[in-house]
């Protein structure tokens, strides 16, 4: 298909245009048709056309288009996808989910679109003020989402500290890039690289990285900076939560391959712009965060409390990618994050689902659910069973993929990757058999503990849907990962290598 004929010079943001256009109309559908189901279809039938024209271009052998700061490749388009998958998953249950019934559906689907738009232009970015504008985006639609439960204090208290963290993590991001500008004159990712690389590092760029990866690790919840991120998942509603650990957090992993893995490796011989110390400072940040989220989830008796703590840990073991700098472990990172949006996305799902029906949010309210709703224990037993890295399900092959790529596997010529991280390795497969501890306990509620009430519960049909969906993803990418990891090869290699 010539995708150039039908978008023209804009086919490099041909996705992002259709949900401008959606964010941009789902107000007036809202105040026209005066019905929540109306809006919500609308949102969800413009999210799907995105989709579609986005997976048409991945795999029509497209070659790739740029408009301005934002270009469209194997990487940029593998990126845009997740964030597609996730903004589906949130809109399919936003109008059957009881936490949203009283939202103004047209502004909530209007910030939720922005802000996977905003997610979407920084996949696609090469330029530090479009990553920033991208990140800005996202994070203010993201600020005006968890506070959208107005007669909650939770939410307005989570409300409160994410705005207050985003500002710091804004200003100190702006901070490192101000001063890369004043160091090299460009804010353009790859001639910051290429002058680096004539110039060497001095203290002053040196400061800028370090004001750099504090600020975008706000957005990764990156121990130490992660302390928002349970209090936000607990006071916003479940969709919310659910876009916020899913797609949120995968944009700002994204930023950090964008900028540092570009600055360090690709084209150039990673030892000639960085030593091997900043790969031991960001694998010295990922053993931390994956220890800290694990640790501190287990004291947690709030499932989404506990489902926040788990997601720092998740993304504790996609920053191994950083550590070990390789385009091997790029393809794992990517494909382990697809694989987490089906299994985390899948058990805020199922959360959202039993809130519907009146089920709490504490793990003693799953008491006896096996037998109240054998569907939803299943399904959340799944989930949890393969974040915890069992086979042979999603989370255990993209588990495996991320974890060998610290023992040399895959190593480039150029790039500096060897046996040197089998040590954080070795932690990453302790923090998993820790993680087994937490989630058994869940699982333990729900089939083996006797609870207060026995009758039947019957989740609405969207939320099934979507736990179905979620289902799939998280066998099929466990039992066929080709399916998603040969678009991530791909996908390493472009943004590595372009």
Known sequence: MDFTAIFGDYTAIAPMIILIVSALILPGVHLLGKRHTATWAVALVMAAVSTVINVLMLTDSFTGSALGMVTYDAYSGL?????????????????????????????????????????MFVAGSKDL???FVGVELTSISSYALVSMKRNDARSAEAAVKYVIVGGMSTALTLYGISMLYGLTGTTEIAAIAQTAQVQGISLMFGIAMVAMIAGYGFKIAAVPFHMWAPDVYEGASTPVS???????????????????????????ACS???????????????SITMT???IVAIAQNNIKRMLAYSSIAQAGYILIVMAVMSEYALSAGMFHMFTHVFMKGGAFLVVGALICVGIGEKISDYRGLGKRSPFAAAAMMLFLFSLAGIPPLAGFTSKFFLFSST????TEAGVSADAQWIWLAFIAILNSAISLYYYARVVKAMYVDRGEKTEKVKI???????IAICIAGVIVLGVYPQLIFDFCETAAHTLLFP
Do not use: C, D, H
């Not at 903004?87 to 103004?104: G, P």
């Not at 023992?407 to 895959?410: A, E, L, P, R």
């Not at 609405?460 to 979507?466: C, D, E, H, I």
């Open 79 to 119: 990126m845009i996808l997740l964030f597609q998958i996730v903004l589906l998953l949130a809109v399919m249950v936003s109008n059957a989910s009881v936490e949203t019934t009283r939202f103004n559906v047209g502004a909530y689907y209007a910030l939720m679109t922005a802000a996977a738009t905003g997610m």
């Open 129 to 131: 003020m479009m990553i």
């Open 242 to 268: 659910l876009f916020l650990a899913t797609g949120s957090k995968k944009m700002g992993l994204s930023v950090f391959f964008q900028i540092f893995l570009v600055m360090f490796v690709a084209g150039t």
């Open 272 to 286: 000639k712009i960085a030593g091997p110390e900043i790969q031991y400072l960001f694998a010295i940040i990922a």
């Open 292 to 294: 800290v989220g694990n």
């Open 407 to 410: 023992m040399g596997v895959g």
């Open 460 to 466: 609405p049909a969207a939320f099934a849907v979507a």
